[in-house]
């Protein structure tokens, strides 16, 4: 996309301009969405986004520009500009000077499609997504069904005064069940969303009937649930997309966003006990095929695994380049950014509690009445504190050890710091989720996951 | 290829494949300045543009653009809006009759000035704020400038582009007094540069936000709401897609059927005019290259008309009121430009709550049955005087119903666009529920 003479010319000028630091990003993406309702096409749009970015330091001030104008002639202009908004006074930096010595490396495909978007005409997409309407159909009371299915092949190019040329391809693929049921009482909606790095054999990989089942069980579910129960009480939370609530009310303390700034309350405690012994929390940017994987993060640093809490004790924040400015920690390959319009900061990637060693029966064994939230839904956090309320999608009632009749209305909630003191048993079950993650560098693809896990006391919310 | 050469290039790949075709362009450029703790904190400066068609095929619409604007790239983008074409199952599609639309130029030297200049409105901006000793803490002193070139032409006939944009300060900032702490929020945009003048900016923040400290809780019970006109518009917001006759189309909007019926109080106008000299989103024609014009919604609370693109007109034996709206990424859709409540005999403040600020507009308002239940910030008025702010209370009714309660209107316009873009007057409404301590 970009020769690597003029990413020189580009830094070099910026170095000349007086940054300490500059990056040039660049990227294409095709995009695909297909929505259908009840096997209608209500919505095919396709497209071809592209841009650069540059990011230029002044100390740890950080200016950045975006253009998708990609001649050589107007990045130039654009970093002209920008340096000249910075106002600094320009001096030919020595070390701008004569030749960079990139040190580029291709990426390995570790995640690479199997299937490409372009090997199947969108007919194919209908008949494979026409599997999940039929499955989703489980009963009279099914109304409704759409079916969203969304494509993404993203390539990638950074280039830095400090070596870096790293390229990147990223091919995505999810879609989305929704299954609408109806009763004279009322109208319940079930999901479910599988999404990974891969190309079209993601419809092989997660089965759409598997999916469409599942979505449509889960709306019947909730037709017949009752108002959830209030009060603290302990709690099982699901696997997989339960996930969201640690991602939440804990990942997003550990970002050296909030970290640098000391606006979160997990800052300054590294080495300390901050959960119970039977947590480890990680953030893993190399899962094979992961929704929120990828070769290089987009400052080109290459992912990493990052252990953020082991046995309860935390162990690293999640760091990019202007945050390990900031704080002095080791970056972790987590500047990431929705696209060329952002400016990249720490993000997680695919973030889990690691699977644990009771079986899952046992977690249930000993609860007289508690809640087991199956499945997560929304929710909201305090960004500082961690304080967060979410909601349970399809939750049921746990009476003297048994699962019971499902319930709907509940909110979970508390503080994610204190939450994760009381997690008392993990199960070895561990699965993840692909969701979006909203952030000061926009929205970005992540798993969250973890097994089932006993809490041994939340508050819930109800609906009375 | 620029955009211009983009579209003629797609306009003639279209002829050759016999489909009809029309091609929207857009491209855009802002710069964006915060200040903070009396230094320039983030500065942003940007470029984006692109194409996006709508194809009609044997009568079936797709759609498909590009920021790309390479041969490879746009026959891409051509082949992808056949082939989303060919899926729908709707047929009936067609592109309207177009014509040559002109150049225009709505801009100006609006934006024109050395960017130390603009650097120093962000300063002001903050420095003015916090020479206040009950300003806590300052969250963003924005200064931010936007253009846009925008460029239309269909297989059709339709041909031409105008420039047009804005500028405007934005401060947040927490202010203190005792125990009371009230964040507000000043935004104040302009099609001049000129227009904008930070102390003052400062200054009406300071007033706006300051009034509110050391506000009372409010005793539940029907009052007289004065809405301020952001307020206004911000409920308007809520509702807005009621005059929208793609909801009318999808059975959404209640006012369906009532064309030329008493829909409100004859102190309610309520009028389109994307040609105001002040307006802020001005356009000579829309995003189907259907000319603009002044357009009453409600004209003495009577419904007057919807808001129709070509394809709602057509459904629905109508005319376009020139109210398409699509930008180079998205699909057709229908919607306003400059709103305005028009300014009446003037409003008198005698008892009741003066309405400053309304939060959580959409989350708050259900647009199909019209009821809305909103929390908001606001000023108890007795004997004609502001007696004391007021906190802590919702109000809620019924939007329909409210524009039945409509007594007054205000005489001067004010304009916004936090939530829509348009102008309003203050709007004095009887007999409001409001929910407090």
Known sequence: ?464 | MTLQEAKTYLLERARERGVELEALATGSRELSLQARERTLEEITAAERGGIGVRVVKDGKTGYAYSEELSPEALDWVLAEAIENAELQSETGGFLPEGRPLGKSDLLGEGLSAPVEEKKRMALELEEGVLRDPRVQQVGAAIYSEREFQTELASTRGAEGGYRSGYAYQMVSAVMAEGESLKQGYELKVARELFALDPASTAQEFLHRTGRLLGARDLKSGRYTAYFEPSAFLALLSAFIDLWSAKQVLEGKSRLAGRLGQKIASEAFTLYDDPNHPEGLMNAPFDAEGTPTRKVYLVREGVLESFMHNSVTARKLNAESTGHAQRSYKGVLDVGPRNLIVAPGEGVTLQDGVLITDLMGVHAGANSISGDFSLQALGLKIEGGEAAYPVENFTLSGNFFELLERIVATGRELEWSVMFLAGASPTVEVAEVAFAGA
């Not at chain 1, 010319?9 to 007086?18: D, E, T, Y």
């Not at chain 1, 993404?152 to 830095?160: H, L, M, P």
């Not at chain 1, 990974?196 to 419809?203: M, N, W």
């Not at chain 1, 012994?277 to 095929?289: F, Q, S």
């Open chain 1, 1 to 464: 996309m970009l020769q690597e003479s003029t990413a020189e010319r580009l830094i070099q000028h910026a170095r000349a301009r007086g940054a300490d630091f500059a990056e040039i990003y660049v990227e294409r993406w095709k995009k695909r969405n297909l929505r259908l309702l009840d096997l209608e096409v209500q919505e095919a749009t396709s497209g071809i986004e592209t841009g650069a970015g540059v990011r230029l330091f002044f100390g740890t001030q950080v200016v950045y520009a975006y253009t998708n104008d990609l001649s050589e002639a107007n990045l130039l202009e654009v970093t002209d500009t920008l340096a000249r908004l910075k106002g600094e006074a320009g001096q030919v930096d020595a070390r701008g000077a004569g030749g960079l010595d990139f040190r580029g490396s291709a990426p390995a495909g570790l995640h690479g499609p199997q299937l490409p978007p372009d090997e199947r005409d969108k007919r194919w997409r209908i008949e494979r997504l026409a599997e999940a309407d039929a499955a989703a159909r489980v009963g009279p009371a099914i109304k409704k069904v759409q079916l969203y299915l969304i494509e993404w092949d993203q390539e990638i190019q950074v280039a830095s005064s400090e070596g870096v040329w790293n390229t990147d391809r990223r091919v995505r693929t999810r879609y989305v069940v929704t299954a609408i049921a109806e009763n004279e009482e009322s109208m319940q909606t079930g999901f479910a969303g599988p999404g990974l790095s891969v190309g079209l054999e993601l419809f092989d990989l997660e089965p759409p009937a598997v999916h469409g089942r599942a979505a449509g069980e889960q709306a019947l579910t909730l037709l017949r649930a009752k108002p959830a129960p209030a009060g603290p009480m302990p709690v099982v939370i699901g696997n997989a997309f339960g996930g969201v609530i640690f991602h939440e009310a804990l990942g997003h303390l550990l970002e050296t966003t909030a970290v640098a700034r000391k606006t979160s309350v997990l800052t300054d405690k590294l080495g300390e006990k901050i959960a119970s012994e039977a947590v480890t929390y990680v953030d893993d940017g190399t899962l094979p095929h992961g929704w929120g994987s990828s070769e290089y993060d987009d400052e080109g640093a290459p992912t990493e695994r990052t252990v953020l809490i082991e046995k309860g004790v935390l162990k690293s924040y999640m760091v990019d380049r202007w945050g390990s400015l900031m704080t002095g920690y080791r970056p972790t390959g987590s500047g990431r950014r929705q696209d060329y319009t952002f400016a990249p900061t720490s993000r997680m990637r695919n973030t889990f509690i690691e699977t644990g060693d009771t079986p899952v029966e046992k977690l249930f064994e000993n609860i007289e009445f508690g809640l087991y939230a199956k499945k997560m839904g929304g929710g909201q956090v305090r960004p500082g504190s961690g304080e967060y309320n979410f909601a349970v999608q399809e939750g049921y009632v746990i009476r003297n050890g048994r699962v019971e009749e499902p319930v709907k209305g509940a909110m979970l909630v508390g503080k994610g710091p204190e939450s994760i003191q009381r997690i008392v048993a993990v199960a070895a079950d561990r699965k993840n989720a692909p969701g979006m993650c909203g952030s000061l560098s926009g929205a970005v693809p992540v798993e969250v996951g973890q097994p089932h896990l006993l809490i041994s006391e939340i508050v819930v919310g109800g609906e009375g």
